[in-house]
């Protein structure tokens, strides 16, 4: 594992390293010096050898923020603030998380807007719904606690168009018909020319 405060396109630029050769199937590292009320960035390989053989895992998008002592309040987000991308037409859900502070929180969108379709829940802090529409959006978040304390993120999401669907250029009627005389190459001798023609028109 490997990770560092700001974010790197190549995981090995991250400033702090730390390896196990436990052979587990669930990972548990401990990580010490972190600073309080930090974001950090990290990547993880796992790598599993057998018989000269080896299989390798990556991920290397995922990050975590330290509680802060007192009355500070932050808000956990994506690296660059971006967001898991969507899609027209698929339901989506991307809980938010706040850190510090006092619950209960109270979340809302301060500027900007959500795609369409989509919502953020005030209490539970889930960004959810269907989207309607493609594009960039970008939109800043606000969580306050009990005692009034305030954290703000700016987010972004991508939602993308739905899958282009392939389709015959024949009208569906067309399209049946023709199927079926050229799956059946037989009927082409004995259906006399014309009433294919008709079939067709």
């Not at 690296?79 to 938010?96: D, F, T």
């Amino acid at each position: 594992m490997s990770y560092d405060t700001v974010w790197h396109d190549n995981p090995a630029d991250h400033a702090h390293d730390i390896e196990s050769d436990s052979l587990v199937l669930i990972h548990s590292l401990n990580l010490s010096g972190l600073s309080s009320g930090t974001s950090y960035y990290f990547a993880v390989k796992s790598v599993f050898t057998d018989n000269g053989n080896s299989l390798t895992a990556v991920e290397d998008n995922c990050f975590f923020t330290t509680l802060t002592p007192g009355t500070n309040i932050t808000i956990s987000s994506p690296p660059n603030g971006k967001l898991p991308s969507g899609e027209i037409g698929v339901a989506y859900s991307h809980a938010m998380a706040a850190f510090g502070g006092t619950p209960a929180y109270t979340w809302w969108v301060l500027s900007g807007a959500l795609p369409s379709g989509f919502s953020l829940g005030a209490s539970a802090g889930v960004i959810s719904g269907t989207p309607t529409e493609a594009g960039m959006f970008r939109f800043t978040v606000q969580v306050k606690d009990k005692a009034g304390a305030t954290a703000t993120e700016v987010l972004r999401i991508k939602i993308s168009a739905e899958p282009d669907v392939c389709s015959d250029s024949l009208p569906n009627s067309e399209a049946s018909v023709w199927q079926v005389l050229t799956q059946v190459p037989e009927l082409l001798v004995s259906i006399p020319g014309s009433l294919i023609s008709g079939l067709l028109t």
